[in-house]
């Protein structure tokens, strides 16, 4: 099994982030937590992060609607939807739609490691500058980062 040191993270090629973490929970209390809005709700998006779902299909097809409130009073409006998911190790999703400014594909990974889950977020944007746009911007490496740790923290519960 690849040992986690050896993963590539943040900014990988030219429309690639890969962001890793060792979570303390099996990993079938992993998938779980990325199966319904209501788990969702306690720990998705970077700190001070909330966020409002308006519709949750975990499905091949179906579709996550979702708002995320940041902390300076701003609103993101986002939309996933699954395209595979293979449980409890694998889930396939495009992040975004029509008219949306970045459009990505993502997929997550959950390794089984026995009492602990290395979970990884792989997403590939359809070119570099969206990428780049929401490294800047948005500060998608560390919200990635801060949001898989906010995770571990939930799964500690």
Same mark, same amino acid.
């Given at each position: 099994?690849? $040992?986690? @040191?050896?993963? #590539?993270?943040?900014?990988?090629?030219?429309?690639?982030?890969?962001? &890793?973490?060792?979570? /303390?929970?099996?990993?079938? =209390?992993?998938?779980?937590?990325?199966?319904?809005?209501?788990?969702?709700?306690?720990?998705?998006?970077? $700190?001070?992060?909330?966020?409002?779902? @308006?519709?949750?299909?975990?499905?091949?097809?179906?579709?996550?609607?979702?708002?995320?409130?940041?902390?300076?009073?701003?609103?993101?409006? $986002?939309?996933?939807?699954?395209m595979r998911l293979v449980?409890?190790?694998?889930?396939?999703?495009?992040?975004?739609?029509?008219?949306?400014?970045?459009?990505?594909?993502?997929?997550?990974? %959950?390794?089984?490691?026995?009492?602990?889950?290395?979970? &990884? %977020? /792989? @997403?590939?944007?359809?070119?570099? @500058?969206? =990428?780049?746009?929401?490294?800047?911007?948005?500060?998608?490496?560390?919200?990635?980062? #801060?949001?898989?740790? =906010? %995770?571990?923290?939930?799964?500690? #519960?």
């Open positions: 099994m690849e $040992n986690a @040191s050896k993963i #590539q993270e943040g900014a990988v090629g030219d429309r690639e982030i890969i962001v &890793t973490r060792i979570v /303390h929970a099996p990993r079938e =209390r992993v998938w779980k937590a990325f199966a319904t809005a209501e788990a969702l709700a306690h720990w998705w998006g970077p $700190n001070g992060f909330t966020i409002t779902t @308006s519709a949750f299909e975990f499905r091949e097809g179906g579709e996550w609607v979702f708002v995320m409130h940041g902390p300076d009073g701003r609103d993101y409006p $986002n939309r996933i939807r699954f449980k409890p190790s694998r889930m396939e999703h495009e992040h975004g739609g029509d008219g949306d400014r970045v459009v990505f594909d993502a997929v997550i990974t %959950l390794d089984d490691l026995g009492d602990t889950t290395r979970v &990884t %977020l /792989h @997403s590939t944007f359809r070119i570099a @500058s969206e =990428r780049d746009l929401v490294v800047k911007e948005y500060g998608a490496i560390e919200g990635g980062k #801060q949001t898989l740790a =906010r %995770l571990d923290e939930y799964l500690k #519960q």
